[in-house]
């Protein structure tokens, strides 16, 4: 289940897109037109700086903007910096402990093509596709 932290990031950064070439945007702003409490957008927004995407201004007319073009964003690359993890078992985690019944499990090969599927379908979907008012309903289960 993909939590709010990185439901929100994807609002988040869809938010900044559309905002494109105005300058920094305040949090304030972006937790006003999402109606995401600013306590709570503070620690995403942290998570996406973190991970160096969005770079962060302070003073008069700062706040937050992309770090590259939106059609450079994934879905799937927002989530990897948001999510613990994406995997669908733990034994499949990054860094986990190996299974000891992984060279016997017979269905570890299933769960490994779910999880790409997982990642191909985030992977094809761009911020800009999201945040592009012409596309905005489109079904994006057809992809």
Do not use: H
Request: charged content about 25%.
């Amino acid at each position: 289940m993909i939590s709010t932290k990185g439901r929100y990031a994807i609002r988040f950064m869809i938010d900044l897109a559309e905002q494109e070439g105005k300058g920094p945007v305040p949090l304030s702003a972006v937790s006003e037109r999402q109606n995401i409490s600013k306590k709570y957008m503070e620690s995403i927004v942290k998570t996406l700086v973190s991970a160096k995407l969005v770079n962060s201004s302070s003073g008069k007319g700062g706040g937050y903007s992309l770090t590259k073009t939106p059609e450079e964003y994934t879905v799937w690359e927002i989530l990897n910096a948001t999510e613990e993890s994406m995997s669908s078992v733990a034994c499949l985690i990054e860094n986990a402990e190996k299974c000891p019944r992984e060279d016997t499990c017979q269905t570890v090969s299933m769960w490994r093509g779910y999880d790409k599927v997982v990642r191909d379908y985030f992977s094809g979907i761009t911020i800009a596709d999201l945040a592009n008012r012409e596309k905005r309903f489109t079904d994006f289960a057809q992809l």
